[in-house]
């Protein structure tokens, strides 16, 4: 293995965890940066390194590193958040895979959609577990919907925008990205 992509998994998973603490706080989920890095993680890296990423921050937060919003630990498996954390793997994946198909700021905005939906199809089912089943919270799915997806969506597409506009820039001066995107 190589030591250069290793080093950039890593890199993207202390920058996700960074991501963490430059929030704004509104309940139940607080707006990060996490899913800007993990865009960047897939772009960058392409779906197997930009995924690794993601899966030693979730792991790391885990194993009790509090670099979570709100902590960490093996018990935040039980908060509603969760679920996005976990989500961000497979979002880095897509949005490697799909990146790498084509160039150009339009294609990497739209893998990045790709890796938001995917991002959103783990967290609000975790959600709805979570609150309702675990918290025993009785929410429906619009009240869900409305708490942990749509406040969020124009800083998401904000990301979007940054991350397409600034990873083609990183690729152009740091040629070494190109050898992880295969």
Do not use: H
Request: hydrophobic letters at 55%.
């Amino acid at each position: 293995m190589k030591i250069r992509p290793l080093v950039f998994t890593a890199l993207f998973a202390a920058l996700t965890a960074l991501g963490a603490f430059l929030q704004i706080p509104v309940k139940p989920v607080a707006v990060t940066l996490q899913f800007l890095f993990t865009a960047m993680a897939g772009i960058l890296l392409g779906r197997r390194y930009g995924a690794l990423s993601q899966l030693v921050y979730v792991a790391l937060g885990l194993v009790g590193l509090p670099i979570f919003t709100s902590g960490g630990g093996p018990g935040y498996v039980f908060q509603p958040s969760f679920g996005f954390l976990l989500g961000l793997i497979p979002c880095a994946w897509v949005i490697g895979y799909l990146s790498r198909k084509r160039d150009g700021a339009l294609w990497l905005a739209a893998s990045c959609f790709g890796g938001l939906a995917v991002l959103y199809l783990v967290g609000i089912p975790y959600m709805v577990v979570i609150l309702n089943a675990y918290l025993g919270k009785s929410m429906d799915l619009k009240a869900i919907l409305m708490a942990g997806m749509v406040p969020f969506l124009p800083g998401d597409a904000l990301k979007i925008a940054v991350a397409s506009a600034v990873c083609p820039v990183l690729q152009r001066r740091l040629c070494s990205f190109d050898e992880f995107r295969r």
